[in-house]
């Protein structure tokens, strides 16, 4: 059984995109039944994977996990065939796929599914492991973390749109305009000479004209409104979050007199890290 902590699988935080495309495969039972999807993945220190959590459909938000070991993987259909009946899995413990696997939870898993024929394949490796380190006089434990790249790319953010329209408006413009008119007069009869055109029909028309006013549109340019692009830089903060390895450091018997303070020493340093800046004490 294993020794240390299974980490879970998320999405973007893995270098192994094969492993994220298996969070959404299929899961069916040893006798070919579909019995829900992967809803998370456990590895090891290696990056293999050691445990499958599976969301069944019998519970809805219950993630029930099986050892990885005999599983078989189709990665062209997406699936993935747990080497153990339906009934086996829907009564298998069940645990946040987001979290660590503890080795108290791992031997709860292990302890569950030995009466289905689990073997101690992954302890005999495990105890090998420390019969190994227990001849070493040297070791090395390689530390990795996360390092955030800041990229950039060009997204639509809005857009200008010029359209011309039409607005009809009054215009009020005076103008002079004339217009004749008659006037009549009675002259006596001794000013002025008949003529010898008495006793006879006679018709006078003289017109009368007046101005008006004659209306002439035409289309003359106004102005123009011209639109252009400007780019313009600003400052932002980018926050993400990035996980980083450490190691804790135990000591017993002889070891512990003689690096004791040394090694508290580098807890608690580790320590002050994890807080929160604002929660920091001042060195």
């Known amino acids: 059984m294993p020794q240390t902590t299974a980490k879970p699988v998320e999405r973007g935080l893995t ?7 298996m969070l959404a495969y299929n899961v069916y039972d040893s006798h070919d039944n579909r019995i829900g999807h992967v ?16 969301k069944t459909t019998w519970l809805v938000g219950r993630t029930h996990i099986f050892p990885a070991e005999r599983m078989q993987v189709n990665h062209a259909r997406e699936i993935i065939r747990a080497p153990y009946p339906e009934d086996v899995v829907k009564n298998a413990p069940a645990f946040d796929p987001g979290a660590e696997l503890t080795e108290a939870e791992q031997r709860q898993i292990f302890d569950y599914y030995q009466r289905f024929g689990l073997q101690r394949a992954q302890g005999a490796a495990a105890e090998a492991q420390r019969q190994r380190a227990e001849g070493r006089e040297e070791a090395t434990i ?14 639509e953010a809005g857009g200008v749109r010029l359209r011309k329209i039409v607005r009809t408006e ?3 413009q005076p103008v002079e ?16 000479a008949t003529g010898g055109k008495e006793f006879q029909q006679e018709d006078i028309f003289i017109p009368l004209r007046r101005e008006e006013a004659v209306v002439q549109k ?3 340019v106004r102005e123009q409104v011209r639109v252009r692009k400007t780019a313009q830089a ?14 804790e450091i135990e000591e017993s018997g002889d070891a512990s007199r003689v690096h004791g303070k040394e090694a508290q020493a580098a807890n608690r340093l580790r320590e002050q890290q994890e807080r929160p800046r604002s929660q920091r004490q001042k060195s």
């Open 218 to 220: 035409e289309g003359v």
């Open 170 to 172: 009054t215009v009020n």
């Open 15 to 21: 270098t192994d995109s094969q492993l994220e495309r």
């Open 177 to 192: 305009l004339k217009r004749e008119e008659a006037v009549i007069e009675r002259v006596p009869a001794g000013e002025r």
């Open 39 to 54: 809803s998370g993945l456990w590895v090891d220190s290696n990056n293999e994977v050691e445990y499958v959590g599976v």
């Open 234 to 247: 600003e400052q932002q903060d980018i926050s993400e979050q990035v996980r980083k390895e450490d190691v």
């Open 142 to 155: 390689t530390l990795a973390e996360e390092q955030v790249k800041i990229g950039k790319r060009q997204v």
